[in-house]
């Protein structure tokens, strides 16, 4: 069985703070992709990152970074140096190489950045 | 380019009455994915295609969903009769076959069932 568990349903911190996002994943395959996307107000998700489970280097995009340990079954996200544009729900995901091309969405943070 | 194309937007129907969301893909994909989100259940993969071709639709909740995808085009997903906790917004995905992580998502259409 897989899952994504995204135990932060809200948080809300003032611009220029840091802010990170938790995601846990569980799958029993050894190889699976792992995802954030984006929905900001507008309602469309947008894709932000995919992540295979044999590449552990970290990522960073900007201001955007995502930390992916195995060991713990993480992907986090953060956020430097937070923007009020980065306000939106952030989706983390999951695929595994067994069940084809079904990509499982954690329950969503619902991230508020304030002025 | 066009980007995934969902209509109607909104929609507000009575209870027992058929329902059809429609969505057009992007061109050239061969991935397409319903999915729905509420708040209680989050974001759930209601069935996908391949090359028109439903290939898992354990995640449709009941007889009463269907889904077609009748060319590359275009695709519906029929709701018939509708209940009020059908209410929801329908998510239409598409991608392409060794880039299809990265789903494209239409806008999304807002479900009210009375």
């Known amino acids: 069985a897989q899952k994504v568990t995204q135990a932060q349903t809200e948080i809300s911190v003032v611009e220029k703070e840091d802010v990170t996002l938790d995601c846990v994943y569980e799958t029993r395959d050894t190889t699976y992709y792992l995802f954030w996307y984006k929905q900001p107000p507008s309602g469309e998700l947008v894709f932000l990152i995919r992540r295979n489970s044999f590449d552990e280097q970290n990522e960073i995009s900007g201001r955007y970074s995502w930390n992916f340990q195995k060991s713990t079954s993480s992907f986090n996200f953060t956020i430097t140096a937070s923007q009020v544009v980065d306000s939106a729900v952030y989706f983390c995901?999951?695929?595994?190489?067994?069940?084809?091309?079904?990509?499982?969405f954690g329950s969503g943070t619902r991230l508020s950045i304030r002025p | 380019d066009a980007g995934v194309i969902q209509s109607p937007r909104h929609e507000v129907t009575e209870m027992g009455q058929e329902v059809t969301l429609r969505c057009k893909p992007i061109?050239?994909?061969?991935?397409l994915f319903w999915y729905r989100q509420t708040m209680m259940r989050g974001l759930e993969l209601l069935i996908y295609?391949?090359?028109?071709?439903?290939?898992?639709d354990s995640g449709m909740p009941e007889d009463r969903f269907s889904a077609k995808m009748p060319n590359a085009s275009f695709s519906t997903l029929k709701i018939q009769p509708s209940e009020p906790r059908d209410s929801a917004v329908y998510f239409c995905?598409?991608?392409?076959?060794?880039?299809?992580?990265?789903?494209?998502f239409g806008s999304g259409t807002q479900l009210s069932v009375l």
């Open positions: 995901a999951l695929r595994g190489y067994s069940s084809a091309s079904k990509i499982i």
């Open positions: 061109s050239g994909h061969d991935y």
């Open positions: 995905a598409s991608t392409r076959r060794g880039a299809f992580e990265k789903l494209f």
């Open positions: 295609f391949n090359n028109n071709v439903p290939i898992d």
